[in-house]
Nanobody, 126 residues
Framework: QVHVVESGGGSVKTGGSLRLTCAVSGRTFSGYAMGWFRQARGKEREFVASTSWSGGNTYYADSVKGRFAISRDNAKNTVYLQMNNLKPEDTAAYYC???????????????????WGQGTQVTVSS
């Protein structure tokens, strides 16, 4: 069983920054692709960013390109989401997800992921 735990959410003003952390336990982390998704109140869960198991392939939603950066430290079983220049529309619960992949691919669809954390809230006020 793989356990996924997010942390680092909070409340910031427009233009501020936050770094989310996702800690994974239970399996060999380096074999897992990781993704971040978010869900605003009353909206569907949407893709934010993903990284392949090596970190060599990363993908971003258009809405966060140039502002967010995903990275991972396989030695620490951790993946990060650095969020800069935050906007009120970034307000959502952010979820970390994991899936084992044999290739160096970073899925972007939530149905491709097997393990999910409980989420961490990010609130951006104007």
């Amino acid at each position: 069983q793989v356990h996924v735990v997010e942390s680092g959410g909070g409340s910031v003003k427009t233009g501020g920054s936050l770094r989310l952390t996702c800690a994974v336990s239970g399996r060999t982390f380096s074999g897992y692709a990781m993704g971040w998704f978010r869900q605003a109140r009353g909206k569907e869960r949407e893709f934010v960013a993903s990284t392949s198991w090596s970190g060599g392939n990363t993908y971003y939603a258009d809405s966060v390109k140039g502002r967010f950066a995903i990275s991972r430290d396989n030695a620490k079983n951790t993946v990060y989401l650095q969020m800069n220049n935050l906007k009120p529309e970034d307000t959502a619960a952010y979820y970390c997800a994991a899936v084992r992949f044999n290739t160096d691919y970073a899925p972007t669809l939530f149905e491709e992921y097997d393990y999910w954390g409980q989420g961490t809230q990010v609130t951006v006020s104007s």
